[in-house]
T-cell receptor, first 113, second 114 residues
Framework: NAGVMQNPRHLVRRRGQEARLRCSPM?????VYWYRQLPEEGLKFMVY????????ESGMPKERFSAEFPKEGPSILRIQQVVRGDSAAYFC???????????FGNGTRLTVT | AQTVTQSQPEMSVQEAETVTLSCTYD???????LFWYKQPPSRQMILVIR??????QNATENRFSVNFQKAAKSFSLKISDSQLGDTAMYFC???????????FGAGTTVTVRA
């Protein structure tokens, strides 16, 4: 049973470009969560999605950031017009219904140059 | 909002010895979950141990055990017989029951010396 798969592992973007981060949840998991880890900090909640629905995006910056979890395919975290402050590790986690302990992926490290 | 505080940025321990990591939290909830996650250099977030606040008995997982003091809002992690593979950053985290958001502390870097 494969774990939570995130790709790419590393992503480098120039300021102003778009970043697309992908997450495939564990088999049987219908809930996806995105967290951001800034350098020397713990993870901070960004957004919670179920298939085709955004349940809670209270941790997402109001501009440039969006997330989706389509009926088919992985969840996507999209950052438009990236800035240096977006440089961080972005983690995806998944769970089955019932909010049992989250299973995390290995993260995507985004570097904005 | 819940806050989680880890007051030790770094800890160093000799192989085979014991190290204790501290964590305090602030909440008005009476029932909740507490977790310790390990993040090795590979960056993977690995669940080490979980504690339900309504349980008085401290959780244990092999060489990892916690000291949960609900009144003091303290949740320390003890790593016994430390191994080189325990070298990692350790995060304390809080979650309300029936919620889905984890609130993390800033982490403690543990280095196990040979």
């Amino acid at each position: 049973n494969a774990g939570v798969m995130q790709n790419p592992r590393h992503l480098v973007r120039r300021r102003g470009q778009e970043a697309r981060l992908r997450c495939s949840p564990m088999k049987g998991h219908s809930h996806v969560y995105w967290y951001r880890q800034l350098p020397e900090e713990g993870l901070k909640f960004m957004v919670y999605l179920q298939k085709e629905n955004i349940i809670d995006e209270s941790g997402m910056p109001k501009e440039r950031f969006s997330a989706e979890f389509p009926k088919e395919g992985p969840s996507i975290l999209r950052i438009q017009q990236v800035v240096r402050g977006d440089s961080a590790a972005y983690f995806c986690a998944s769970s089955p219904p019932g909010f049992s302990p989250l299973h995390f992926g290995n993260g995507t490290r985004l570097t904005v140059t | 909002a819940q806050t989680v505080t880890q007051s030790q940025p770094e800890m160093s321990v000799q192989e085979a010895e014991t190290v204790t990591l501290s964590c305090t939290y602030d909440t008005s909830e009476s029932n909740y979950y507490l977790f310790w996650y390990k993040q090795p250099p590979s960056r993977q977030m690995i669940l080490v141990i979980r504690q339900e606040a309504y349980k008085q008995q401290n959780a244990t997982e092999n060489r990892f055990s916690v000291n949960f003091q609900k009144a003091a809002k303290s949740f320390s992690l003890k790593i016994s017989d430390s191994q080189l593979g325990d070298t990692a950053m350790y995060f304390c985290a809080f979650m309300k029951v029936d919620d889905y958001k984890l609130s993390f502390g800033a982490g403690t870097t543990v280095t196990v010396r040979a």
